[in-house]
C-alpha cells in the first residue's frame, strides 16, 4: 500500500521481469477507535488492548494518509434536531471552485492534477508560510512528535483549506484546521 499511495504507481518483479502500472487512487477507510467499537473512555479494553488494536496499523501507512479524524457519536438530540447545515449545493460550488483554482495553479505542470500531488518544489513555492504562521506549525510538529511527511502532509491539507475558502495565501486558521485532521498522529492515540 505504501508504494502506491507514494508514489502513484504499482511495481510488480516476477523471475521473467517487472511491470510498472500507474496506480493514482484515493483511499478511504474507517477503524473503531477500540477493539469493541466504543470511545476509549467507554471501552471495556484495557488501554494496552487499545494499544495494540491501534498499532495494527502502521506508522508510515498513517504517515501517508492525508487526513484521519475520530467522528464521534452522534446523540439522539441531534439527529432529532431542526438544525441544518450547509446545502450540498453550496459545498459542491465551493470543491468546483478550489478545484478551478488548482488547475489555473498547475496549468503549466500536467503531472500535477490537485494540491495532493505536490512535489516538495511545488510546497515550497506554493505553501510559503508567514513566519508566526511557520512557528504555530514549528509548535504543532515539536508538540505531536510529527515526521516530515505528515509536515508535507499538513502543507498540502492547508493549501487546500485555503482554496476551499477562497483564500490566496495559507493563513493560521488553514494550518491549525489541517493539523487537527492528523488525529492518529496525537499523543492520544499513540
Not at 507514494?6 to 511491470?19: D, K, P
Not at 505528515?150 to 488553514?174: F, P, Q
Request: aromatic share 6%; charged share 25%; net charge positive.
Amino acid at each position: 500500500m505504501r508504494q502506491p499511495l507514494e508514489e502513484g504507481r504499482v511495481t510488480i518483479s516476477r523471475a521473467a521481469g517487472s511491470m510498472t502500472f500507474p496506480s493514482q487512487f484515493m483511499l478511504v477507510a474507517a477503524m473503531n477507535p477500540t477493539p469493541d467499537g466504543k470511545m476509549p473512555g467507554e471501552s471495556r479494553s484495557s488501554p494496552r488492548e487499545i494499544q495494540n488494536y491501534l498499532g495494527r496499523v502502521s506508522g508510515p501507512l498513517l504517515d501517508r494518509i492525508d487526513l484521519h479524524i475520530e467522528v464521534p457519536a452522534v446523540k439522539f438530540h441531534e439527529i432529532t434536531s431542526e438544525r441544518t447545515g450547509e446545502m450540498s449545493t453550496q459545498i459542491r460550488d465551493r470543491v468546483v471552485a478550489a478545484r478551478q483554482r488548482q488547475q489555473e495553479r498547475f496549468k503549466e505542470k500536467p503531472k500535477i492534477t490537485c494540491n495532493a500531488r505536490m512535489g516538495s518544489r511545488e510546497l515550497k513555492t506554493y505553501c510559503a508560510l508567514t513566519e508566526p504562521i511557520m512557528e504555530l506549525l514549528k509548535f504543532a510538529m515539536s508538540d505531536l512528535n510529527l515526521s516530515a511527511r505528515a509536515y508535507d502532509r499538513i502543507l498540502k491539507v492547508a493549501r487546500t483549506i485555503a482554496d476551499l475558502a477562497g483564500s490566496e495565501n495559507i493563513l493560521s486558521d488553514h494550518v491549525s484546521e489541517a493539523i487537527q485532521y492528523r488525529s492518529l498522529d496525537r499523543q492520544l492515540w499513540t
